[in-house]
Structures are given as C-alpha cells and as structure tokens.
C-alpha cells in the first residue's frame, strides 16, 4: 500500500541536542512538507520541497533544517537553536501543481527533557 | 495571502444532532479550499475538498460543505453527529498547487451520548 511514514513517534531530547524526525513516502509524490502543531495553534509550515534538491522555508523555519536528496524522503532536523521544540510534527506530501490535498504521516511527538 | 479562521475552537453536539464547523478565508485570488480530521495522536485525513467545481461538495463520512463566495465561508455540516466523528477538524486555503496549505486554529468536536 502506498503511504507516508514517519518516525520515530515518540523522540525526547536532551537541551542541546539536535534529533532527526524521518519522513518517507511511496505516493511518486514531488512535492513533501513540514509542519508543527501546537495546541489550539493549528498547523503551521516550517518547511518544504517541491523538488529533489530544491527546498524553500516556511513560517516558522528558525531552528529547523532539511535536505531532499532522493524524491521518496524529507528528513527534518530539529538544531539546539530551536528554543522550544517540544511539538508534534507533522509530514505531509501531494502533487506538485495539483490540488487533490496532502497525503499526511501519522506524526511524532518530540519533547524537551 | 491567504488565511482561515475557524470559529469556535471548541464544539459540542448532541448525538444525532446537526454538526455545523464554521471556516471562513481570505483569499486574493479564487481559492481551493479543504477540510481535514484529526483522532488524537494521528495525522489528518482529508474530508473533502472544494476546487472550482459544484460550491457543494460530498465528503467521506457523510461530511459536506458549501462554498459561498459572496460570505468567504467553506462551512462543514453533517445532519446527524456520531460518537465517532469526535475529533478535531481543520479548515486549509491555497490559491494554488504550487502553494503549500495554509490552516485554520481548528476545532475539536465533541459529541455526547
């Protein structure tokens, strides 16, 4: 079955600490997206790509980083420069110039310890 | 730019009553207009979506929502609530398939027996 996976679902992190969250798809999809959910914040766009080696940031790209080497993966780097990083993360793929809506992960949740 | 408001980030139905989740945008340009549900400590799944076609649209689980240009509204109904369609529920905007969805705050349905 095509998907979305992510993970870990559960990762804590150490103050300081920079932790990955991987996030890959089997849809052919181009285009794949970041975003962090806070409560009764919605979900707001940290980053995304809409091609192999080509990404673009967000709103709330501070802290954070990504590479999109192959078409199937977009790893999310979570720096020790992001003060509050204790979220859940959300991943999210579609077709590039298509609007049939993202295909979303089932998340990690990241906390502080 | 885009953006959605959701009015009402919390609300309460009886079981079997009507469900109405209020979304309103703004929107430079035409806009492609989403609804999304989220069970707790999971990704969202689309519910439907509006893309310049019929201004009613059918969804999954018998979900519909209306476009409304005049109001700038995309609200979601459904005429009798289930126990299972307690979750939380986002409104997303994007003028484009090149532009990633923007969300709403969201709102947390709650329906009681």
């Known amino acids: 079955d095509g998907g979305i996976t992510q993970s870990p679902k559960y990762l804590f992190r150490k103050e300081g600490q920079n932790v990955t969250l991987s996030c890959e798809q089997n849809?052919?999809?181009?285009?794949m997206y970041w975003y962090r959910q806070d409560p009764g914040q919605g979900l707001r766009l940290i980053y995304y790509?809409?091609?192999?080696?080509?990404?673009q940031k967000g709103d709330i790209a501070e802290g954070y980083s990504v590479s999109r080497e192959k078409k199937e993966s977009f790893p999310l780097t979570v720096t020790s420069a992001q003060k509050n990083p204790t979220a859940f993360y959300l991943c999210?793929?579609?077709?590039?110039?298509?609007?049939?809506?993202?295909?979303f992960g089932s998340g990690t949740r990241l906390t502080v310890v | 730019a885009q953006s959605v408001t959701q009015l009402g980030s919390h609300v309460s139905v009886s079981e079997g009553a009507l469900v109405l989740l209020r979304c309103n945008y703004s929107?430079?340009?035409?806009?492609?207009l989403f609804w999304y549900v989220q069970y707790p400590n999971q990704g969202l799944q689309l519910l439907l979506k509006?893309?310049?076609?019929?201004?009613l649209v059918k969804g999954i689980n018998g979900f519909e929502a209306e476009f409304k240009k005049s109001e700038t509204s995309f609200h979601l109904t459904k005429p009798s609530a289930h126990m299972s369609d307690a979750a939380e529920y986002f409104c997303?905007?994007?003028?484009?398939?090149?532009?990633?969805?923007?969300f709403g705050k969201g709102t947390r349905l709650s329906v009681i027996a």
């Open positions: 999210a793929s579609g077709d590039r110039g298509r609007v049939y809506g993202y295909t």
């Open positions: 849809l052919n999809h181009d285009a």
């Open positions: 790509s809409q091609i192999v080696n080509d990404f």
């Open positions: 929107s430079s340009v035409p806009p492609y």
């Open positions: 509006y893309t310049s076609a019929a201004t």
């Open positions: 997303a905007v994007t003028p484009s398939g090149n532009t990633p969805l923007v």
